[in-house]
T-cell receptor, first 115, second 108 residues
Framework: GAVVSQHPSWVICKSGTSVKIECRSL??????MFWYRQFPKQSLMLMAT?????????EQGVEKDKFLINHASLTLSTLTVTSAHPEDSSFYIC???????????FGPGTRLLVL | EDQVTQSPEALRLQEGESSSLNCSYT??????LFWYRQDPGKGPEFLFT???AGEEKEKERLKATLTKKESFLHITAPKPEDSATYLC?????????FGPGTRLSALP
């Protein structure tokens, strides 16, 4: 299957700092990428849809000023958690949508711990 | 109301004991149904895409089938390495919705 990478795989930061997570599609150009959040023993919750060259579309209840998304190229989307707080600690996973079959291929995830 | 459910929530099988996982959906305009496997602390790994009722796909010990209301993931003679959470996701309209998952434990 297609390969999607995420960096970093885990990050620990102090409350109030900002953290940037990168998501790269390595095998195909993805006009659409997605950002999910997952809590322990729960399914994935879609946070936002990232569209190359345009503004991201956020799901209801997700603060767009807190979770900044940039999709500057067809292979890279970034999620920046601004002024992180302990409640933002979670597992963040990105995916890239194959433009032909519309399958979403997922990255390995980034575990964020805010102290 | 559009909905995607999975059953059972958890399943414990002895090695070699075959079973099926269910994904039921009530959505309009299905564009595709996807099965993923997720190991703890990792992102979901793509398994299958099904587009229309009657379609079947196989990969090693796994076989996915699709009807107009549900999909089954059949696991034949599972091995301990098949232990994972299996997620289905439904693509309809502009939506891509995951089910809650089935946690499979294949015991040696």
């Amino acid at each position: 299957g297609a390969v999607v990478s995420q960096h970093p795989s885990w990050v620990i930061c102090k409350s109030g700092t900002s953290v940037k997570i990168e998501c790269r599609s390595l095998d195909f150009q993805a006009t659409t990428m997605f950002w999910y959040r997952q809590f322990p023993k729960q399914s994935l919750m879609l946070m936002a849809t990232s569209n190359e060259g345009s503004k991201a579309t956020y799901e209801q209840g997700v603060e767009k000023d807190k979770f900044l998304i940039n999709h500057a190229s067809l292979t890279l989307s970034t999620l920046t958690v601004t002024s992180a707080h302990p409640e933002d600690s979670s597992f963040y996973i990105c995916s890239a949508r194959d433009p032909i079959g519309e399958t979403q291929y997922f990255g390995p995830g980034t575990r964020l711990l805010v102290l | 109301e559009d909905q995607v459910t999975q059953s059972p929530e958890a399943l414990r099988l002895q090695e070699g004991e075959s079973s099926s996982l269910n994904c039921s959906y009530t959505v309009s305009g299905l564009r595709g149904l996807f099965w993923y496997r997720q190991d703890p602390g990792k992102g979901p790994e793509f398994l299958f895409t099904l587009y229309s009722a009657g379609e079947e796909k196989e990969k090693e010990r796994l076989k996915a089938t699709l009807t107009k209301k549900e999909s089954f993931l059949h696991i034949t003679a599972p091995k301990p390495e098949d232990s994972a959470t299996y997620l289905c996701a439904v693509h309809y309209g502009q939506n891509f919705v995951f089910g809650p998952g089935t946690r499979l434990s294949a015991l040696p």
